[in-house]
């Protein structure tokens, strides 16, 4: 371990081993890095590689710290720390005792969905809404270690009353299934813990140490569960022997029950607590940092808290303004070209960050049509919805009859009575000729082996594709195009078909708007590219058949995404702990970042939280931060006049907004235009 990678507070805090310890700082100054430094110091200090347990907020994030690890202990001695998040602990401790609670060894652990399933049944409610509700309360409840009986004596009204009502019948369910959902995996072990001292004395034995990063996000039985491995304070020589650390500007999951009274309770819990302040950032130039503090400057404090950078000021924060979310796509994708450019980035140097995961979807357009390869993170990819590959497989077949994946979806999606058995029987034969299973739909030897219904399913369907093709082949214009789709959808019975697989309307409502964002974005593709020949803009419609194909170019590039040199696109929360070179904070306008839902009154407290997330998007860069506002922004299907976000105003910049390059702003203008012309006129596409 090489000491001189720390400054003297982060020594006091690794070599701090006797009693608990908690590292309070501002972001990116090495608090992470004090925790893999302190596993290292554990180590040489006697203890055995298992009996560390270093809890991390994600598992991406224990995957990354076992890495970091890695480098300064070994890989033997990486292999075997107990790095995980509290739920997998969770799991580990419940498989090794949870008999001793009555749950079978190989319980089964529930997902969000199941636990719908599981709810609906217990309230006898029909619509996801009611269920999603009595999710949401029971869960909160759970998670401030409220049982059934716990909840009704703390259930305020009668709606509150129903679902503690519920919650009894839940966990009646959970136990005879030999279930557990999500928040048991925290609930469980204490309880554990709590009731049964040999458990106790076991795992309290089991770890020397016990290092919680990110210690602000914690919640009210993670924190509890922390103590009861670790023991309270005393004079015994095991007892508190843990080191968090955190941040209170970055708590952003008070939402989901985090709850910044750990980070108070916690002196007065452990009265030998060594609370260690960290000043110095690492990560930042110092216009970042100056942009960093001045926001989170109008939050109240709980701890005062310095940082400074020795990096000097670095390039300043930009401020671009855009016109709506496509024109901030295409300005952050000129932006990453410019700094591969000019700086000699790397596409993993960038990360392009925004409030809701909606917001990805114009960048993936946009970065998929310039072949930037990137991975969303926190988040689906719009491309990876079931409804857009559903439309691409289509579409892919229209460009190339022989590309059998796209053949397979297209035919069972929706339904058309095309079962597995048509299908397999067409695949042999397909495959005994060495030909396509579109092209062996035609084959004068079929009939030999499939008679009936299901060739004459695969027969119609076939037709359909035929008819589809040529017309796509005929039809130009964004007008046209539109038209052509929809109509096409409605022979499919698409819609239905998303009703039909859908409980919830709402999400077959969500589903259905994303198909008609995608019919609009073709739309808009065959409405007009420009091409530029000494210097002059011609608009030229494409046809629905061409812009297939390029859409065909744009998907395939989407099996880049296990490259190493790729952008992230994130969402703020799943950027936390993170950083990157260069980073794009996208969508900074009033009600996207503060985010507002429909009816949602923003309280002081929801405020302040969404200022904390602001703050943490600001401290993700080391280099260069690009923060964009919209002029114009999506609200549903609608456009709505975009208000850039107080948070721009707090971060008290002097320098200008960069404004576009104006070539880059002529072309695209003559683009829309365009684009807007042929949509005007109907008859200019034929
Ligand atoms: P966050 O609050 O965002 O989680 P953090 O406090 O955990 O940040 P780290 O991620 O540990 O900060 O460190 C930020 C960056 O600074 C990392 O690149 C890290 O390697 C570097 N760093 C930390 N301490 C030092 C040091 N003493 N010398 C040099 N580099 C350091
Ligand atoms: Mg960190």
């Known amino acids: 371990m090489s000491a001189a990678s720390l400054n003297p507070a982060q020594l006091e805090a690794v070599h701090h081993l006797a009693g608990p310890c908690l590292v309070l700082a501002g972001a990116g100054s090495g608090k992470t890095r004090v925790i893999t430094h302190k596993i290292a110091r554990l180590l040489q200090h006697g203890l055995e590689p298992r009996q560390i347990a270093a809890i991390t907020f994600t598992n991406k994030a224990a995957a990354e710290m076992r890495e970091r690890a890695k480098g300064l202990v070994g890989p033997r001695a990486a292999k075997d720390l107990a790095i995980s998040t509290f739920h997998a602990l969770g799991v580990r401790m419940l498989r090794a005792d949870g008999e001793r609670l009555g749950l079978k060894p190989s319980f089964s652990i529930l997902d969000s969905d199941d636990v719908l399933g599981v709810l609906r049944d217990a309230g006898g409610a029909t619509d996801n809404k009611q269920a999603r509700h009595w999710q949401w309360t029971i869960s909160l409840w759970k998670n401030q270690g409220l049982d059934a009986d716990g909840a009704e004596a703390a259930a305020r009204d009668d709606d509150e009353r129903v679902a503690a009502r519920i919650m009894r019948r839940y966990e009646e369910r959970l136990a005879a299934y030999q279930a557990v959902d999500f928040d048991d995996l925290i609930v469980l072990p204490l309880k554990l813990l709590e009731r049964d001292a040999e458990a106790r004395a076991k795992w309290q034995a089991a770890f ?142 960038v990360a392009v960050l925004y409030r809701a995961n909606h917001q990805a979807r114009a960048f993936e357009q946009k970065l998929r049509a310039a072949q930037i390869p990137y991975k969303v993170s926190g988040g689906q990819s719009w491309f990876d919805r079931a409804e857009i590959k559903d439309l691409c497989a289509w579409l892919r077949l229209l460009v190339n009859q022989d590309d059998d994946p796209a053949f397979l979806r297209a035919a069972t999606t ?98 259905w708007s994303n198909v008609l964002d995608f019919v609009d974005w073709i739309a808009r593709r065959c409405g007009g590219q420009l091409t530029q020949e000494a210097g002059t803009f011609e608009s030229e419609k494409l046809t629905v058949l061409d812009v297939a194909q390029t859409i065909s170019i744009i998907i395939s590039l989407a099996e880049r995404g296990d490259e190493q040199d790729v952008v992230t696109l994130s969402t703020l929360h799943a950027a936390k702990g993170l950083e990157w070179p260069h980073v794009v904070l996208a969508g900074v306008n009033e009600g996207l970042l503060p985010f507002r839902g429909a009816d949602e009154e923003m309280t002081a407290e929801r405020l302040e939280e969404e200022r904390r997330l602001m703050y943490v998007g600001i401290t993700r860069a080391q280099r260069t931060l690009t923060v964009s506002t919209l002029k114009r922004r999506k609200r549903g299907r609608e456009t709505v006049a975009g208000v850039p976000s107080r948070f721009v105003v707090e971060m008290k910049l002097d320098e200008a907004v960069v404004k576009e390059d104006p070539r880059e702003r002529l072309r695209r203008l003559r683009e829309e235009l365009a684009a807007r012309g042929a949509a005007a006129s109907p008859a200019a596409g034929r």
């Open 208 to 349: 020397g140490h016990v290092l919680v990063d990110e210690y602000q996000d914690t919640n009210a039985v993670q924190y509890e569960l922390m103590k009861a491995l670790v023991g309270t304070d005393g004079p015994r020589h095991r007892s508190g022997r843990f080191t968090a650390v955190g941040d209170d500007d970055q708590s952003i999951y008070g939402w989901r029950g985090a709850t910044i009274d750990n980070l108070k309770r916690l002196p007065r819990d452990y009265p030998s607590l060594r609370v260690i302040p960290l000043e110095q950032n690492y990560r930042s130039t110092g216009s970042i940092l100056r942009a960093a503090n001045a926001v989170i400057a109008h939050n109240p404090k709980l701890f005062e808290k310095k940082l400074w950078s020795e990096l000097g000021d670095g390039e300043p924060v930009r401020v671009i303004d855009c016109d709506g979310e496509e024109h901030e796509a295409e300005r952050a994708v000129t932006r990453i070209q410019a700094l591969r450019g000019q700086q000699g980035a790397r596409f993993a140097d």
């Open 414 to 511: 929706p339904k058309r009575g095309i079962g597995h058995q048509t299908l397999a029987a067409l695949g042999e034969y397909a495959g005994k000729w060495r030909i396509s299973m579109f092209e062996a739909i035609f084959a004068p030897g079929l009939p030999g082996v499939l008679k009936g219904k299901g060739l004459d399913a695969l027969q119609h369907f076939a037709r359909e594709v035929n008819e589809l093709e040529h017309r796509a082949r005929h039809t130009a214009g964004a007008e046209d195009a539109k038209a052509l789709l929809l109509e096409w959808l409605k022979t499919l019975g698409y819609e239905q078909h998303l009703r039909d697989g859908e409980d919830s309307p709402k999400l077959a409502e969500a589903r």
